[in-house]
């Protein structure tokens, strides 16, 4: 794989390159929401683009939407195409563009631009896919011998989350109340969650309409996945203990999840696909797949306070996920439930196999008994009121790097009432 050389400036280490070409939804204060792709420091408004004559793999009208839905259902083969053109347009050697009387129209700086939620999510489901991740779980509240549930290597485990309170990349949002059951007392009390985590997670969104009924094998699977985010499934882990059971998460979960907001397509994370874990015991049949399908995607989260600068306390990798992206779709449809464009399933909490790979506080700090040191010299055992979580994600192989940007979130103190 050879780096493209692009006639628009890319600074190093930048997320946007020619070999990426992210799709988002954009505003700036002379235009409305619309599509665009990213690359370097500027978007590509492909509204604009099309008007000047320059793509036509898909509909005009579907460029001014307020959400990607519309482009994506426009089928992979025409946002492919589209993307394809994109990167001939942007590459050195290529004046079309370049040459434009329209250009300042057509490129715009992402200083100046308002992200926006890039889909409109109509479902949203969470799997539980790391092993490291459901082996800490489960040795610090289950059996430290035997910290895997019966199912686990049998079925990606997952639940239906709250579409409706996952947010862009920038949300601030305030501490949930709930309630909590402290160790020492006999009945519950009603207050401000202390224990607020952050979980480091991917999603991926789906490009394809499936009907009720009908399922989706993990061959077909790529044909109905558009592309992936970064994504923070917020937690507040004193709520989940009291309510989890019998049903799972429930008010500890829906408050706020938050994505990026550029979705890095399938087509352009290919490069990166590495080798998956040898699953055993043996799988059914519908969750078995051919080549290399978990990818190489280099995961980093921080933590910054409100006047203070960022500690990094994660760096972990979404290859090691035991489910893959193609088993999560098999298993979530082999019962026929449906798809449709726009659903965005997460990976469930990314943790690897060492300390420093964890994805999420309560296995950094392990429940709280190891508090990490920040740069400022405070100490966190989970979230402060005023921090904002940063999650960051790139791939890189041959001097190529695919990245996501950030998807970052800001915690306030809780609202009494």
């Known amino acids: ?98 040459a434009h009387p329209n250009l300042q129209d057509i490129l715009v700086k992402q200083s100046i631009a308002t992200m926006h939620m890039p889909v409109n999510v109509g479902d ?12 800490n779980m489960g040795k610090m509240f289950r059996d430290p011998e035997n910290a895997l549930l019966p199912n686990w290597k049998h079925i990606p485990v997952g639940y239906h989350g709250r579409a409706s309170s996952i947010r862009v990349s920038g949300f601030k949002f305030h501490r949930p109340m709930g309630q909590l059951k402290p160790a020492d007392a006999e009945v519950p009390v009603f207050a401000p969650s202390k224990l607020m985590d952050f979980e480091l997670e991917t999603a991926f969104i789906i490009g394809k309409n499936s009907n009720l009924g009908e399922r989706i094998s993990t061959e077909q699977a790529d044909d109905y996945i558009f592309g992936m985010v970064l994504f923070n499934d917020w937690s507040a882990r004193d709520i989940q203990s009291w309510e989890y059971v019998p049903l799972g998460p429930f008010l500890a979960k829906n408050f706020a999840s938050v994505v990026s907001p550029w979705i890095v397509t399938l087509d352009a994370l290919e490069p990166f696909r590495v080798e998956g874990y040898k699953q055993e015991p043996k799988v059914q049949p519908y969750l078995e797949y051919s080549g290399n399908k978990n990818v190489d995607i280099h995961l980093e989260v921080s933590i910054k306070p409100e006047h203070g600068e960022e500690t990094i306390v994660s760096r972990s990798n ?13 298993h979530h449809t082999v019962n026929g439930c449906n798809m449709n464009v726009g659903d965005m399933l997460a990976s469930g909490t990314i943790s690897g196999p060492d300390e420093g790979s964890y994805g999420s506080m309560m296995e950094i700090t392990w429940r709280g008994t190891k508090p990490v040191k920040m740069n400022d010299g405070s100490e966190r055992k989970f979230i402060n009121d005023g921090d904002t979580v940063i999650i960051r994600g790139n791939c890189e192989k041959d001097g190529v790097r695919v990245g996501f940007g950030e998807c970052s979130s800001t915690l306030l103190s809780a609202i009494a009432f």
């Not at 979404?318 to 098999?330: D, G, H, I, P, S």
Request: with cysteine; charged share 20%; hydrophobic share 40%.
């Open 1 to 98: 794989m050879k780096a493209l050389q692009s006639w628009i400036p890319i600074p190093a280490n930048s997320d946007f390159t020619p070999e990426n070409l992210p799709f988002g939804i954009f505003s700036t204060t002379s235009k409305s929401a619309r599509a665009g792709i990213a690359i370097g420091e500027h978007i590509i408004d492909l509204s604009e683009l099309h008007r000047a004559g320059l793509i036509n793999q898909v509909p005009s009208e579907v460029l001014l939407s307020k959400a990607l839905n519309e482009l994506i259902a426009c089928g992979k083969k025409n946002t492919s195409a589209l993307r394809l053109r994109v990167q001939q347009l942007v590459t050195a050697e290529n004046n079309e563009l370049q």
């Open 318 to 330: 979404y290859k090691y996920m035991y489910w893959t992206m193609e088993q999560q779709l098999a």
């Open 124 to 135: 949203y489901t969470d799997f539980y896919s790391s092993i490291d991740h459901a082996t």
